[in-house]
């Protein structure tokens, strides 16, 4: 039997490092880097795949240690595909669930909006770590500049600046840094 987040996280990666030209970085899939960066280093992204309706999921100690060890640009992308029904039960091969898994929205968070979230959220702890997810109704929120949301992350709205260069892909960067550079090597034709 095969491991479906594993899958998830594999397929989504790859179709990260197509649409906006990454490279893969944690290689070993440890979590003590990012999983992608920019081909010039300028920027990493950690990738966090989920369906719409769980959440992408935020692990304290690697947010911690991304925060302490890494003075480069960091987002965390959250992809959410479609699928709500028990993976391993309906998708009974690798090949079928790669298949049928479908980018439903992208969100590019930067680190500080991704940590704001984290640390003003209610912990959940698993038996190896604490995390909080962030839903996809919550990232829209957070892109649409949702007051009760921004309130609750404790961040100023204005110092952000929204993109949606295509239907399913939201971009926000703090100040409009790296915006181009992101826009640059954003391939719409491989959605």
Not at 28 to 46: C, N
Not at 108 to 133: C, D, G, R, T
Not at 139 to 146: C, I, L, S
Not at 159 to 180: A, F, Q, S, V
Request: no cysteine.
């Amino acid at each position: 039997m095969y491991h479906p987040q594993s899958i998830v996280g594999e397929v989504f990666e790859k179709k990260l490092m197509q649409i906006f030209d990454l490279a893969k970085v944690d290689i070993s899939g440890s979590g003590h880097v990012p999983d992608l960066a920019s081909k010039d280093f300028s920027f990493y992204v950690e990738v966090k795949a989920s369906a719409y309706n769980n959440g992408g999921v935020i692990k304290g100690p690697q947010l911690k240690r991304f925060d302490k060890n890494m003075a480069a640009k960091r987002f965390y992308a959250f992809a959410y595909h479609s699928i709500t029904d028990p993976m391993h039960k309906v998708y009974l091969t690798r090949a079928r669930l790669k298949n049928a898994l479908d980018l439903k929205s992208l969100f590019l968070f930067p680190f500080s909006i991704v940590k704001a979230h984290y640390n003003n959220s209610k912990k959940v702890s698993s038996k190896y770590f604490e995390f909080v997810q962030m839903k996809e109704s919550t990232a829209q929120k957070v892109f649409d500049k949702n007051e009760l949301v921004w309130e609750f992350l404790r961040l100023n709205k204005e110092d952000y600046k929204m993109n949606k260069p295509h239907e399913k892909i939201h971009i926000i960067t703090r100040e409009g840094n790296l915006e181009k550079e992101i826009l640059n090597y954003f391939h719409p034709e491989l959605l």
